[in-house]
């Protein structure tokens, strides 16, 4: 194992030339820009790497994702299997998931980048572009892993599978019928998922699951057109209807939401869960310096911010609008209001479930009359702490960073794991390049070196320890 790892850092430059070939290629999933070559250039660059690859096209016309496959060298696995130890002889190999988008942020706002988001730029040890780290150097990081062990064992140890999805950036509104249609070819014993790396202060960080999230319009209607504000004695107003509906869904005093039965199948954490909790890191002062607040809502302590963040849920409302917002005053009365909200959802609330209960919470609270319309939805998935997957990429993580592993049994963000994890049965385990200096979504993202070739020696590790165990973790 030790000359994959070597030649992981070795061969750097070759791997960096090849995320610098993707960083070039715009492939802005919000705005479809790159799009006309995106998909190929991915495609091309997986057959470079020994997979075969195709590109699958998406319902609805969405972006397309890009799949390949790789068999494992019988050799490679029998050669993970020794270092495993026992006589295992008559296994097959396993099958690895790694699981990347393509896709990236807009650049927005970019007159705070200090460089071309899109021509790579090397500052000392430090890489800047669009995509350098979420999540483009994460897919050239899984590749020096193939190549590593292609050229240092001819072969990998097991079968791998990746893919590259398109849509991540914009919520991933066609994974679920693209998965439906290829559920055969994107099955897998385990996945690796993109993301984790390691914090602040340098210890290797894992998480093992993703909120869902439940994105809504609301909008209201109640005049023809707009009225001269001196009407307000006797029309209706449809703002004031609109923020008493929004009122109705959250106590803001003690931050419950109230729309009934909301909170029924909210998965309760295991004692495993709740540790991993409890050994955290304390954020709350990082989170006062970035964002500038006093204190945290319903008065959360340090202590209590932790579980609160993770594993509850949300209603937040992302926008308003109604009515006249530019320079100086118009005494108008709006015949329309809108909002949009998104729910984050944790295990094992489902967002049709949530948008019906909202539907009947606003009927049931005398507003009818107020439009719900149904954005998108992504399921959430938690991979039990518990598990041999877990615990083998806890354990490898630790290994390679030196450090005990941060451990978030899922993360407040959200994405498509569900569809992967739920849907396939899949478990799933972060491991990649991530630092929090790396301003993934924000102008001047970037990596390091130092980061890249840890985050490979890790994914290598793993998928060594994968190949060798696997069926010993299935069985016991």
Not at 139 to 149: C, D, E, S
Not at 326 to 350: C, I, N, Q, W, Y
Not at 397 to 424: C, H, Q, W
């Amino acid at each position: 194992m030790d000359s994959v790892l070597q030649h992981i850092e070795n061969k750097v430059d070759r791997s960096l030339e090849t995320l610098f070939t993707l960083v070039r290629q715009p492939s802005v999933s919000a705005q479809r820009l790159g799009f006309d070559k995106a998909p190929q250039l991915v495609a091309e660059i997986f057959t470079e790497h020994g997979f075969e690859t195709e590109i699958i096209p998406t319902p609805n016309n969405g972006l397309p994702s890009v799949y390949g496959y790789a068999p494992a060298s019988i050799d490679a696995f029998r050669r993970a299997q020794s270092a495993a130890g026992g006589d295992r002889s008559s296994a097959d190999p396993p099958t690895l998931m790694l699981y990347v988008h393509y896709d990236v942020q807009p650049t927005d706002p970019i007159e705070l980048w200090e460089t071309d988001p899109f021509e790579p730029t090397r500052k000392g040890d430090r890489l800047y572009g669009r995509g350098m780290s979420d999540d483009k150097g994460n897919i050239a990081a899984r590749l020096a892993v193939i190549n590593a062990f292609r050229d240092e064992w001819g072969g990998l140890p097991c079968n791998v599978k990746i893919f590259a999805e398109g849509e991540e950036e914009s919520g991933s509104p066609n994974l679920p019928g693209l998965i439906a249609e290829n559920a055969d070819k994107l099955a897998a014993d385990a996945c690796i998922w993109e993301g984790g790396g390691r914090n602040a202060q340098n210890r290797p960080v894992i998480y093992l699951g993703l909120k869902g999230v439940l994105a809504v319009e609301m909008s209201v209607s109640l005049l023809r057109g707009d009225a001269h504000s001196s009407y307000a004695t006797v029309l209706p107003s449809a703002a004031w209807t609109l923020i008493n509906a929004l009122n109705s869904i959250k106590d803001t005093a003690d931050d419950r939401i109230l729309i009934e039965g909301f909170y029924d199948d909210v998965r309760e954490s295991t004692p495993e869960e709740d540790r991993a909790l409890a050994e955290l890191p304390d954020d709350s002062d990082e989170w006062r310096e970035t964002f500038g607040n006093e204190s945290f809502v319903a008065g959360l302590g340090s202590e209590d911010l932790p579980r609160k963040h993770l594993f509850m849920p949300t209603a937040n409302v992302a926008g308003l609008d109604a009515g006249y917002q530019g320079e100086g005053m118009k005494t108008v009365l709006p015949a329309k209001a809108s909002a949009k909200m998104d729910f984050r959802l944790v295990p094992d609330m489902h967002p049709d479930d949530i948008f019906d209960k909202i539907r009947r919470h606003l009927d049931r609270h005398g507003f009818e009359n107020v439009d719900l319309n149904l954005i998108s939805g992504v399921h959430p998935f938690r991979t039990d702490m518990s598990s041999k997957w877990a615990r083998m990429a806890i354990e490898t993580s630790e290994e390679t960073y030196g450090k005990r592993a941060v451990i978030y049994p899922n993360i407040a963000g959200s994405g498509p794991m569900y569809d992967f994890g739920g849907v396939l049965g899949i478990p799933i385990t972060s491991a990649g390049i991530d630092h929090p200096a790396h301003k993934i979504h924000a102008p001047n993202e970037n990596i390091t070196v130092g980061d890249f070739v840890l985050g490979a020696k890790n994914i290598a590790r793993l998928m060594h320890r994968f190949a060798g165990e696997w069926d010993h973790a299935q069985s016991g």
